[in-house]
């Protein structure tokens, strides 16, 4: 008997440490993840899929795939299902505080330091390099993802039919769009009979009930109260459930709504904001909190840090319900036949969508030579797999400080 308590006692301390181990590269990832979504990948391939093997190439460019589809905050989704995948709901949760709060908390101290004391910003010339470094990180993702997602000429065309498409049409709709019809073309030029078996599919309804309640609940609160606080959770809220297409997409809907309809606070300082969330590790989605703390600085210090960290907890909090409530079905899913021949496809269309990404970001990005030398560097850096991703990003953030 004694001997069956210690074995479990010695299982319970083993999962124990493999927790702590998969936290641990989940906060590498949240402190040198910089860029968008297609950077973020970058480092989840880098550090979950290259280095530790929690999960596959193929199984990552599936949740990409997944993830794009569902409103809300795409890597943030990924992140929080490849830690479902490893430990359940327990360590989804864990890893989405780890993830999400650093930014937030670092966005809502700098909406502060912005508004009482405007030179506090620093150092800028540090941030110089990022956006090279974040474009290393897309294009060694594209390339990984990619070699491993290319088995034959249908999903080589439906990568090239997703690079060109998400290269030549800005729109966020656009994604989900092509992301279905790669799929579908895949199950139309199936060979395989009898692809549609049964399997058990067990939802999970009280997130999607939370979703529901938190939906319904904040419009009706907002329309019944005249509080800000209340006002600006409903509109962040909001936010986290209509935008498909990441971050970029999301600063769009803000601009127009807060900045250009409301006038809640100037272009300006909407701006700053937008540079500043472009130049710390983490998900965009945290410009939120900087946002939401502007908006409420009239107030105090003490409700501007409350209103900003409620802002960033608002827009996270439906996408991470929804990844709660899908991603259990879609394990089940995934394993009907029809299924996996719809993922082959999507997964060729993601992996073409993160190549696009690349092009469009290197397009924009000045080359100059010592932008040059830290793009092929950094590059040099992953592929060689040896050198740890927050080294990476200490040297670059100096080369920026020193040149």
């Keep these: 008997m004694s001997q069956l308590k210690s074995r479990k006692r010695k299982k319970n301390n083993i999962l124990s440490n493999e927790w702590k181990s998969f936290l641990k590269d989940v906060s590498i990832c949240s402190l040198s993840a910089f860029g ?42 990924t992140i929080i299902a490849i830690a479902y995948r490893v430990g359940g709901p327990l360590l989804a949760f864990l890893t989405s505080l780890i993830w999400i709060m650093p930014s937030t908390i670092l966005m809502s101290i700098l909406s502060l330091l912005t508004y009482y004391f405007t030179a506090a910003t620093g150092h800028k010339s540090m941030l110089s390099y990022l956006g090279t470094m974040a474009l290393a990180f897309i294009i060694v993702s594209a390339y990984r993802i990619s070699f491993n997602v290319v088995r034959d000429k249908l999903t080589l065309g439906l990568l090239v039919f997703g690079a060109i498409t998400t290269y030549t049409i800005k729109s966020p709709w656009i994604f989900p769009i092509i992301l279905i019809i790669g799929g579908l073309v895949s199950i139309i030029e199936s060979k395989e009979r009898k692809i549609w078996n049964k399997v058990r599919v067990r939802p999970n309804w009280l997130y999607l009930f939370l979703f529901i309640l938190m939906t319904v609940g904040s419009i009706f609160l907002s329309l019944k109260s005249n509080n800000l606080i209340i006002d600006l959770f409903e509109s962040f809220y909001r936010y986290g459930y209509l935008v498909v297409g990441g971050g970029q997409a999301l600063v769009s809907m803000m601009h127009n709504e807060l900045v250009v309809n409301h006038n809640y606070i100037n272009n300006q300082d909407f701006l700053t904001g937008f540079g500043l969330v472009q130049g710390i590790p983490g998900p965009m989605f945290s410009f939120a909190a900087y946002v939401g703390g502007l908006v409420a600085s009239d107030q105090g210090v003490f409700l501007h840090i409350v209103t900003a960290l409620l802002s960033g907890i608002a827009i996270f909090l439906p996408g991470v319900l929804l990844i709660y409530f899908v991603y259990p079905i879609w394990q089940d899913l995934r394993q009907i036949k029809g299924i996996k021949i719809f993922l082959k496809g999507l997964t060729a269309v993601s992996a073409g969508m993160i190549v696009a990404t690349g092009l469009l970001f290197f397009n924009k990005q000045t080359m100059d030579l010592s932008n040059s030398i830290i793009l092929f560097s950094t590059i040099a850096a992953l592929l060689w797999k040896k050198i740890p991703v927050p080294i990476i990003v200490i040297v670059v953030l100096l080369a920026g400080y020193i040149i």
Excluded: R
Aim: hydrophobic share 30%; net charge negative.
């Design 36 to 77: 968008g979504p297609e950077a973020h990948y970058g480092v989840f391939n880098d550090q979950l899929v290259n280095k530790k093997g929690y999960i596959s190439d193929k199984d990552l460019a599936e949740l990409i795939g997944l993830t794009t589809i569902l409103p809300g905050p795409s890597s943030t989704q």
